[in-house]
């Protein structure tokens, strides 16, 4: 809360679906809201995940700015970049997620993205993607060689160009200010949620539910019953901006 100003409701679901362990990591307190998606095999898929939001959890502690963001993320990268490589390659993670801070006294929403987990926002109920994908795919649809509608049937569609860990030395992660509108309802979600369901159906599923928690079960049930098997994870959260406190 910032001043008081934006009051938060908060939803957060997780399975595992068809893996045997689930590598998605979440942290949803203190007007930080980020989901990782671990990956590297074995155990060390939830390892990354899990060390880059221990990390990533002092973005919590205060109301940072882009700049200390962007160094939270390189302390985070190489932290998972620090794990142990056991016998196969090196443990990575994506992150995405919004912290809630503030620009010149105004409420905003402070945007992380690094790899292929998506923010999303919700205002006026029409859902649009707040992050770009790092992603082959992504790539190629920027560059016209592959049609948009193509893209999420690509077989190199889960090809990140982008993680924290993993084989680069250095990260260069999204980090930038998005004003806080009255009403907006922010999605964080791992790509086990948008390789399930298209953008309209995850449109009609956060216009079905008025609680954020009942929102967030609602998406991962439907990424399930559509045949989902990777992680998947959905982070719900509803802002109303008040008053300024005297």
């Known amino acids: 809360m910032i001043d008081g100003r934006v009051r938060l409701r908060v939803g957060v679901a997780t399975d595992r679906a068809q893996r045997p362990r689930n590598e998605d990591a979440v942290w949803t307190q203190d007007g930080a809201f980020l989901v990782a998606d671990g990956m590297g095999g074995h155990e060390r898929g939830e390892e990354a995940s899990r060390t880059a939001i221990e990390v990533l959890a002092v973005l919590a502690q205060g109301a940072p700015t882009p700049e200390e963001a962007r160094g939270v993320v390189h302390e985070a990268h190489a932290a998972v970049r620090a794990l142990p490589k056991g ?3 090196r443990p990575g993670t994506t992150v995405t997620g919004v912290v809630l801070t503030e620009h010149d006294g105004v409420p905003c929403w402070l945007v992380i993205n690094v790899g292929d987990s998506r923010t999303y926002r919700m205002a006026g109920a029409v859902l649009e993607q707040v992050t770009h994908d790092h992603s082959e795919v992504a790539e190629l649809v920027a560059a016209g060689v592959v049609p948009a509608e193509d893209a999420s049937r690509h077989p190199r569609r889960n090809v990140v160009t982008r993680v924290l860990g993993g084989g680069s030395r250095q990260v260069d992660p999204d980090v930038w200010l998005l004003p806080v509108s009255p009403g907006d309802r922010m999605l964080m979600c791992s ?3 948008t390789d399930a369901l298209s953008d309209a159906r995850i449109e009609a599923e956060l216009r079905a539910a008025d609680d954020p928690q009942d929102a967030a079960d609602r998406l991962i ?9 990777d992680n998947v994870t959905a982070v719900v959260v509803d802002a109303t901006l008040t008053r300024r406190s005297a």
Request: aromatic letters at 0%.
């Open 87 to 89: 016998t196969g390659r």
């Open 191 to 193: 790509d086990g949620l």
């Open 221 to 229: 049930a439907a990424a399930l019953a559509a045949g989902g098997t």
